[in-house]
């Protein structure tokens, strides 16, 4: 049909034939779900252009400036939250640190 649902995905991860396949390429039984989840846009099941885009987005380590990309977003999406919700950074200290500031400073936008 062109897509997996959830049960029909597990069930790769159970097979000995594409055990050996998803070893292959880097995913143990233990991650189906996780791997399921991320493939997934949603809707609960993974259409074939999402699995191909998907791996292919997964091969091979993060790159440091990848990491950093994920760090500036989550910084950014951080700072939003809390200047429309009123949050407290859930870690105030660690980032506060590490724009070398004390408690109680006023901070700049790093970016």
């Not at 399921?36 to 998907?54: A, V």
């Not at 500036?72 to 200290?93: H, M, V, W």
Request: with cysteine; proline share 4%; glycine share 8%.
């Amino acid at each position: 049909s062109g897509t997996l649902c959830w049960e029909e995905f597990q069930d790769s991860f159970q097979d000995v034939e594409m055990t050996k396949m998803w070893m292959l390429l880097d995913f143990a039984p233990f991650e189906c779900r996780e791997l399921f989840k991320l493939l997934d846009d949603g809707d609960g099941e993974i259409e074939t252009n999402e699995f191909f885009e998907g791996l292919s987005r997964m091969k091979g380590p993060a790159q440091s400036k990848d990491v950093f990309r994920l760090q500036k977003t989550l910084s950014k999406l951080q700072l939003t939250l809390n200047e429309n919700f009123g949050l407290e950074p859930a870690f105030a200290d660690e980032t506060e640190s590490q724009r070398g500031m004390s408690k109680g400073s006023v901070a700049s936008k790093p970016w």
